[in-house]
């Protein structure tokens, strides 16, 4: 008798499964290279090649809209046009409290782009000491100078007739 309930288990389990095989989803993406456009007629890019190799090994077959922007790839994800979005959408706190995101398969951030030298830690310092003394810099910098010393000379000028304990009467120190 066990045997028999488990056959029918099985059976239920394979034709409550059938639905969802058959089932064509429904894809939005948006054209954004190198993760979705359009190539010789067809849709490709990374995330395209991933979906569609996730649909032949797990047997789903689907079809793809194309949109303009990630807004109209959630509102079809929201009004339920679409089941699945694939293309480049960035995970942020307001989409994630509307559609589950799987696993970030590609991470963007702050990059930062120098001239490359090819030399190695010399050529590297040698470059930053050029970039940090340039001539606007030192321009700068003599242009202070020179501020600093008429601002304490008016200063020394005024104030050493008035307050002559502080401030020596010439610019020479007696000794």
């Given at each position: 008798m066990n045997a028999w309930r488990y056959f029918v288990l099985l059976i239920?389990?394979?034709?409550?499964?059938?639905?969802l095989r058959a089932e064509t989803l429904k894809v939005v993406t948006r054209y954004i290279e190198p993760f979705s456009f359009e190539k010789e007629g067809r849709t490709t890019g990374y995330s395209m090649e991933l979906w569609n190799e996730l649909c032949r090994e797990a047997s789903i077959t689907s079809e793809v809209q194309v949109v303009g922007s990630a807004a109209e790839m959630v509102d079809a994800l929201k009004n339920k046009t679409a089941d699945v979005a694939v293309a480049a959408l960035s995970i942020t706190s307001e989409r994630e409290a509307v559609v589950d995101f799987t696993q970030p398969f590609y991470e963007s951030g702050l990059r930062i782009m120098v001239a490359g030298g090819g030399g190695g830690t010399l050529a590297s310092i040698w470059q930053m000491v050029k970039n940090l003394f340039n001539l606007q810099l030192v321009g700068l910098f003599l242009?202070?100078?020179?501020?600093?010393f008429l601002v304490s000379h008016l200063v020394w000028r005024y104030e050493h007739k008035v307050n002559g304990g502080m401030w020596p009467e010439n610019y020479r120190l007696n000794k």
């Open positions: 239920l389990t394979l034709v409550a499964g059938a639905p242009l202070l100078l020179l501020v600093m």
